[in-house]
């Protein structure tokens, strides 16, 4: 049963871990990991404040499994600790989802980057526009 209280903690050290990276605005966005979602891979700015935001419930959601863990430690039997292990994972995925979608609604306040310089996208051909 040690092993079975193990799982949450291990899980939680790992997600406080990103949430830690996200709040601090350290998670490269060619990395695969972070909140991806369509609003925060829009720009490099729109990944760092939709991660920056989810940093903290992702913290916390680290935080509960690391106690959920503990917790299964000091059970006495084994209803008790499949409660707190299941609890503590629940709590969990519950706080990251939150998190992630914490995130993209911070995303989606971003304004969309620039466009590229030339002309603008008026799409005039190779011959350009003739604005300039």
């Known amino acids: 049963m040690v092993f079975l209280a193990l799982i949450p903690i291990l899980g939680g050290v790992l997600t406080g871990w990103g949430g830690y990276l996200g709040w601090r605005g350290r998670i490269p966005r060619d990395r695969g990991t972070g909140v ?4 925060t891979l829009r720009s490099d700015e729109a990944f760092r404040v939709g991660n920056k935001v989810a940093g ?14 503990g ?22 995925i519950a706080l990251t989802g939150a ?9 989606t306040t971003v304004s969309d980057p620039a ?18």
């Open 36 to 39: 991806r979602t369509w609003a």
């Open 71 to 92: 917790a299964a430690f000091l059970m006495p039997d084994t209803l008790g600790i499949l409660l707190a292990v299941g609890l503590g994972v629940l709590g969990m």
């Open 99 to 107: 998190g992630g979608m914490l995130g993209h609604r911070a995303a």
């Open 115 to 132: 466009p590229a310089g030339g002309c603008g996208g008026c799409a005039c051909g190779t011959g350009g526009c003739g604005a300039g």
């Open 56 to 69: 903290l419930p992702t913290m916390t959601a680290g935080g509960v499994g690391v106690v959920a863990g």
